[in-house]
């Protein structure tokens, strides 16, 4: 799990073919990998990879093609910047919101224009994922811990201050991007409720016993 603040900016290094799938090597910058051991968990723009290589300048993870063809990975090209976040520990703060890292689909910058100090950026999600974005709710674009202001139809925006696009690979998107899209999982978890007739029934006794009724 991940908790979409990002931690650092990194750089495609080199994508490796390997039997019909891609071993991708990030240089992972300034981001502390002390701590980091084989097959611990790393987002790469909120895709959860398994490092399976630790090098002098960053780490290596084998992406698979179902992971290609359904992120933006598939697109990046060595050179490109990537949002960084190791796992979360129990005993980290929880600064954004729980994040998967495993991607619903691929977005895509639609504009962005200058809000006081701020950028309104509008992205486009495919219809399938609509249902799940929310005014005033999460939703993690790229790896990063957003909060939605409006949406309109397949079409939702953010407000990002200064900071946000600095120190994240915003800084280099533009209209047109794709983008890898992560929904709330709680918005997917009330869904399923849903659709199984509603959320399950608390036994009346059980909340007398325990001084609810």
């Given at each position: ?117 701020s950028l309104r950026w509008t992205f486009e999600v495919p219809a399938q994922l609509s249902r799940y974005i929310a005014s005033k ?77």
């Amino acid at each position: 799990m991940f908790t979409g603040i990002i931690q650092s900016v990194g750089r495609i290094a080199r994508l490796e073919p390997r039997g019909g799938d891609v071993r991708l090597h990030v240089d992972t910058g300034d981001l502390d990998l002390s701590d980091v051991q084989l097959g611990d968990s790393i987002a790469v723009s909120g895709v959860c990879l398994t490092v399976v290589t630790l090098e002098s300048r960053g780490f290596a993870a084998d992406v698979s093609n179902e992971t290609l063809s359904l992120t933006v990975l598939g697109k990046h090209k060595p050179g490109d910047a990537v949002n960084l976040e190791k796992a979360l520990r129990l005993a980290d703060r929880l600064g954004g919101h729980l994040v998967s890292g495993h991607v619903d689909g691929v977005g895509k910058v639609v504009s962005i224009a200058p809000d006081g100090r701020s950028l309104r950026w509008t992205f486009e999600v495919p219809a399938q994922l609509s249902r799940y974005i929310a005014s005033k709710g999460s939703v993690c674009i790229d790896g990063t811990s957003l909060t939605v202001n409006e949406v309109n139809g397949n079409r939702f925006g953010v407000n990002l201050i200064p900071h946000t696009v600095e120190h994240t690979a915003f800084h280099a998107r533009k209209a047109g991007d794709a983008v890898n899209i992560e929904v709330d999982v709680v918005a997917r978890y009330v869904e399923r409720l849903v659709a199984g007739g509603g959320a399950p029934r608390i036994d009346e006794a059980f909340l007398k016993q325990h001084g609810f009724a």
